[in-house]
Nanobody
C-alpha cells in the first residue's frame, strides 16, 4: 500500500502563489504515476494535473499555464506550484497515486489518496 500526505494549503489572495507537497511512502511509491485533484463544496472531484514516473505531465485546461506539477523520485514527493491563483481555485486539493506508471486523469484510475489540504483564494 502507498500512503500519501499532503501539505502546503492555506488562505491566499487572488493573484498569489502557493505550493502544495505530497509525501508518498510505502511499497513502490516511486514507480507510480501521481496526480492532483480538487473538490469544491457541492461539486464533484475534478482532475488538476498528473505526472508519470518519468515526469511526463498533463494538465486540466483550467490550470494550464498557471500550475506546474513536479516530482522528486528520490524524496518520493510530488509538488504542485500554483501561480496566479483565482477564487475559483478554492477547493480541497487531494494527491493520488495510480497503480502503475501510466498516464491517467480520471478519479477511478487512482488507487491511493491523501487526506486533502484546503486551498482558499479570496478576491
Amino acid at each position: 500500500q502507498v500512503q500519501l500526505v499532503e501539505s502546503g494549503g492555506g488562505l491566499v489572495q487572488a493573484g498569489d502563489s502557493l505550493r502544495l507537497s505530497c509525501a508518498a511512502s510505502g511499497r513502490a511509491a516511486g514507480n507510480r504515476a501521481m496526480g492532483w485533484f480538487r473538490q469544491a463544496p457541492g461539486k464533484e472531484r475534478e482532475f488538476v494535473a498528473t505526472i508519470t514516473w518519468n515526469r511526463a505531465t498533463y494538465y486540466a485546461d483550467s490550470v494550464k499555464g498557471r500550475f506546474t506539477i513536479s516530482r522528486d523520485n528520490v524524496k518520493n514527493t510530488m509538488y504542485l506550484q500554483m501561480n496566479s491563483l483565482k477564487p475559483e481555485d478554492t477547493a480541497v486539493y487531494y494527491c493520488a497515486a495510480a497503480p502503475d506508471s501510466g498516464y491517467y486523469y480520471k478519479v477511478y484510475d487512482y488507487s491511493a489518496w491523501g487526506q486533502g489540504t484546503q486551498v482558499t483564494v479570496s478576491s
